[in-house]
């Protein structure tokens, strides 16, 4: 009898830095099967130094926000576990529910599949923000800055933003 002899997986992961002080972000493939494994057993927010990566990150500390697996399935906070679990999510807890404009109750409940906080190797994705900025600049994340696009809408924040006093009209 024979055996059929599977292919090799190529394992890979998606890595979505953000920066929240410039407002940009990259997405970088890594194939390396040592940088994937750095971030297996480590949490959502986890901090790390960004030289234990790789060089090129030497200064810098990152933050892990979250990921996916590999069919979807996002990380949830609080679910202490690597694997996939279903909870009873309401709406407002997470953000793979949201309650229907057909349910009319409040406190509507239901049923979703969740990745716990702990990476492992069934990630696909994960998401970080750069917490410190290290020496060097990364090309496309440090070395510009996009401007916010919408302003305030409250009148008290528009005077506070412009310096304008109480008494004077902001439409």
């Known amino acids: 009898r024979r055996v059929k002899q599977r292919a090799p997986v190529k394992m890979s992961l998606k890595m979505n830095i953000a920066n929240p002080a410039t ?8 194939e390396d099967e040592q940088k994937i494994k750095f971030f297996w057993d480590r949490r959502i927010a986890e901090e790390f130094h960004g030289a ?13 926000t979250g990921g996916n697996d590999t069919e979807g399935f996002p990380m949830m906070q609080g ?15 997470h953000p793979c529910y949201h309650r229907n404009k057909g349910q009319k109750r409040k406190g509507a409940r239901r049923r979703k599949s969740v990745r716990g ?14 917490v410190k ?3 060097q600049h990364l090309e496309g994340l440090t070395d510009s800055s996009i401007p916010n ?3 305030p809408k409250r009148a008290s924040k528009i005077r506070k933003l412009w310096g304008l006093e109480k008494e004077e009209d902001v439409r």
């Open 23 to 30: 407002g940009q972000q990259k997405v970088i493939e890594l």
């Open 52 to 64: 234990d990566l790789d060089a090129e990150y030497k200064g810098y500390i990152f933050k892990i």
């Open 79 to 93: 679910v202490i576990t690597a694997d996939r679990v279903k909870k009873l999510l309401e709406d407002g807890v």
């Open 117 to 130: 906080c702990i990476i492992s190797g069934d990630n696909s994705q994960v998401n970080i923000i750069i």
């Open 133 to 135: 900025q290290g020496e």
């Open 149 to 151: 696009r919408l302003g």
